[in-house]
């Protein structure tokens, strides 16, 4: 098979995780099960029929509203699949249609609820950073066992780094940060000195910028959640991370 040929059926079993995924930001924060009852309009609690429930094209064809009630359905559903079918394809196109892709394509999938569940919650739950964890490892063991002293390092020592800032400053940094920045470390070895380079100056440009607009008391009560930041960085390691430290040993050491 070739990769643009595996980058398509990525990004269309992409979207249907997708589907699923914007399932676990909903429910899971809330406690509900993942799997009952199946998906229904919010207003009107009438279920969703499958031939509606198609990633992205089933919102087109509703024109966003419910077959039933007609009450508006939040466009965040076809952007959410939308979104996860595209990294899905751009994990095949930059590592291939082989064994190399399916820690990339584990990582992207489990940042997405993560993103998700963290702006609406403040919160990343700990079943997915467990989750996240242990498809990490089993990955690495799995098709990079050469690199797992690597990864467990970068684990320790991205985790580390936000244990210390957690501690010094527990108003800024959540432990679920420092749990996520721990699973980076495993899932981009080396790569996540960059990711985590990139969370901190996107993470400070947004904070200076709700500060600059809300003043600087309203600002820091706003409470900005750093886990998007975590996984925006994560998909610059993801891509650029291994250049971007060659880059670096080349230039500077």
């Not at 584990?106 to 242990?134: E, K, M, Q, R, Y």
């Not at 380079?197 to 500060?211: E, H, K, M, N």
Request: net charge neutral; hydrophobic share 55%.
């Amino acid at each position: 098979m070739s990769v643009g040929v595996a980058a398509v059926l990525a990004g269309i079993l992409g979207a249907i995780f997708g589907s699923f995924l914007n399932v676990v930001a909903y429910r899971l924060p809330r406690k509900q099960s993942l799997l009952h009852p199946p998906s229904a309009c919010p207003k009107c609690d009438t279920p969703i029929k499958p031939y509606d429930n198609v990633p992205v094209l089933g919102w087109l064809w509703l024109r966003g509203r419910c077959r039933s009630c007609g009450a508006p359905i939040s466009p965040r559903y076809p952007i959410v699949e939308a979104v996860t079918g595209l990294l899905c394809a751009a994990c095949v196109l930059a590592f291939g249609a082989d064994s190399d892709v399916w820690l990339p394509l584990a990582f992207v999938l489990l940042l997405v609820p993560i993103t998700l569940i963290d702006l609406d919650f403040h919160i990343i739950p700990n079943v997915l950073s467990a989750t996240g964890a242990v498809a990490a490892l089993a990955l690495v063991l799995a098709f990079q066992s050469d690199d797992l002293t690597e990864h467990l390092i970068a684990a320790l020592g991205a985790g580390g780094f936000f244990l210390v800032a957690a501690l010094v400053y527990p108003a800024g940094m959540g432990m679920g940060d420092v749990k996520l920045a721990f699973v980076m470390g495993l899932f981009l070895g080396r790569a996540v000195v960059p990711a985590i380079f990139a969370a901190l100056i996107a993470g400070s440009v947004v904070g200076a910028i709700v500060i600059a607009r809300l003043g600087a008391a309203e600002g820091r009560k706003k409470g900005i959640p750093f886990g998007p930041w975590l996984a925006l960085g994560s998909l610059v390691g993801l891509f650029a991370g291994d250049e971007l430290v060659d880059w670096y040993l080349d230039s500077f050491a």
